[in-house]
């Protein structure tokens, strides 16, 4: 149960920080008004989102 719990708490974890990074970004290119599509490095941000959010729900991981 513990194993079941622990992967779909890091699924989400993955799938909210893709929809975070995306939107902040679209937000971004928005606001500075950039017509062109930039080369970003989803990878990077996306593993950086990922590390916050593992972070956060740490103590709900660790409290199960």
């Known amino acids: 149960m513990m194993f079941v719990a ?3 708490l890091l699924a989400m974890a993955v799938a909210f920080a ?3 990074a995306r939107a902040t970004l679209n937000l971004l290119f928005i606001i500075l008004g950039l017509t062109q599509p930039l080369l970003i490095r989803w990878h990077l941000v996306a593993f950086g989102a ?3 959010w593992s ?4 103590p709900t991981l660790s409290a199960m």
Do not use: K, N
């Open 18 to 20: 893709l929809v975070i």
């Open 6 to 8: 622990t992967t779909v």
């Open 55 to 58: 972070w956060y729900f740490a």
């Open 50 to 52: 990922m590390l916050f």
